[in-house]
T-cell receptor, first 110, second 114 residues
Framework: EDKVVQSPLSLVVHEGDTVTLNCSYEVTNFRSLLWYKQEKKAPTFLFML????IEKKSGRLSSILDKKELFSILNITATQTGDSAVYLCAVELRTYKYIFGTGTRLKVLA | EADIYQTPRYLVIGTGKKITLECSQT?????MYWYQQDPGMELHLIHY???????EKGDLSSESTVSRIRTEHFPLTLESARPSHTSQYLC?????????????FGDGTRLSIL
């Protein structure tokens, strides 16, 4: 059965801290791995990763994929209260279906 | 910028009613999806479509049905709503022919069945 597991389930940090969120997967027919940020409404897209070892960056956020060990990490440096959200990891299969993890709930305290 | 719209945003309705949740996208995406998400829980795929006249059931057993008569429109119908259908329903779309394109989400419909 295809599955995506995220850890930790929740995390509380102070502003300025650096956090690392983990996503491991066991799927057949992997196509890509995606990270989303979800606040009150719909998930908003952060990164799509298809190749191992190539870091993607956007401001204070970065992510990398390891297709051999079947995991990805999402790093957030110098966290701000606006980073508080649920971070979702999803794997896209070659059938174009998406498998989502349960998410990591991040709370950043001022 | 993704343009995908869901209506209504919120719906509170009694048991036994027929409900249709609307989803439209203006990007010409071929693939569309419906997810169900309970508070604090993961997204579960309930239906998806590869294109016009294509519909597939997802991994979560659902008493809903979908149709895809037009590229831009992917409505979800519950023939007889029950309290167990109370949840948030998210619609998404993506394009396959452009290569690495992420899935984009609508703002969701929060459904409460009394």
């Amino acid at each position: 059965e295809d599955k995506v597991v995220q850890s930790p389930l929740s995390l509380v940090v102070h502003e300025g801290d650096t956090v690392t969120l983990n996503c491991s997967y066991e799927v057949t027919n992997f196509r890509s791995l995606l990270w989303y940020k979800q606040e009150k409404k719909a998930p908003t897209f952060l990164f799509m990763l298809t190749s191992s070892g190539i870091e993607k960056k956007s401001g204070r956020l970065s992510s990398i994929l390891d297709k051999k060990e079947l995991f990805s990490i999402l790093n957030i440096t110098a966290t701000q209260t606006g980073d508080s959200a649920v971070y979702l990891c999803a794997v896209e299969l070659r059938t174009y279906k998406y498998i989502f993890g349960t998410g990591t709930r991040l709370k950043v305290l001022a | 910028e993704a343009d995908i719209y869901q209506t209504p945003r919120y719906l509170v309705i009694g048991t036994g009613k027929k409900i249709t949740l609307e989803c439209s996208q203006t990007m010409g995406h071929d693939k569309m999806y419906w997810y169900q998400q309970d508070p604090g829980m993961e997204l579960h795929l309930i239906h998806y479509s590869y294109g016009v006249n294509s519909t597939e059931k997802g991994d979560l057993s659902s008493e809903s049905t979908v149709s895809r008569i037009r590229t831009e429109h992917f409505p979800l119908t519950l023939e007889s709503a029950r309290p167990s259908h109370t949840s948030q329903y998210l619609c998404a779309s993506s394009e396959s022919w452009k290569g690495d394109q992420p899935q984009h989400f609508g703002d969701g419909t929060r459904l409460s069945i009394l």
